[in-house]
């Protein structure tokens, strides 16, 4: 999937019970757009990475970072920049 016009990054915690409307609402708004989607997880206990997971194996779109022992919505942010790009194909990157 190389050369996406939108790469997203979406940093979570405890979020398990909201990807899939996130998800949804991307498919809805960038329908149009050759887009991914990155959910960072700060190892959540809820079973977001699972949810993301699943989610992953039908649409290559999707993507999971999962932060083991790492939690914090800057340091998530920091961290994607460094070292999330492997998993970002999108050609551009936008300061939050």
């Given at each position: 999937?190389?050369?996406n016009?939108?790469?997203?990054?979406?940093?979570v915690?405890?979020?398990?019970?909201?990807?899939?409307?996130?998800i949804?609402?991307?498919?809805?708004?960038?329908s149009?757009?050759?887009?991914?989607?990155?959910?960072?997880?700060?190892?959540?206990?809820?079973?977001?990475?699972?949810?993301?997971?699943?989610?992953?194996?039908n649409?290559?779109?999707?993507?999971?970072i999962?932060?083991?022992?790492e939690?914090?919505?800057?340091?998530?942010f920091?961290?994607?920049?460094?070292?999330?790009?492997?998993?970002?194909?999108?050609?551009?990157?936008?300061?939050?």
């Open positions: 999937m190389a050369g016009d939108v790469a997203v990054v979406v940093p915690f405890r979020e398990a019970d909201n990807v899939a409307s996130i949804g609402e991307l498919h809805h708004h960038l149009g757009y050759d887009w991914e989607v990155v959910f960072v997880d700060d190892d959540s206990d809820d079973g977001t990475a699972d949810v993301v997971r699943s989610y992953a194996r649409d290559e779109r999707v993507r999971l999962l932060r083991v022992n939690r914090g919505l800057a340091i998530s920091i961290s994607t920049k460094c070292r999330g790009w492997q998993h970002v194909w999108g050609l551009s990157y936008i300061e939050p």
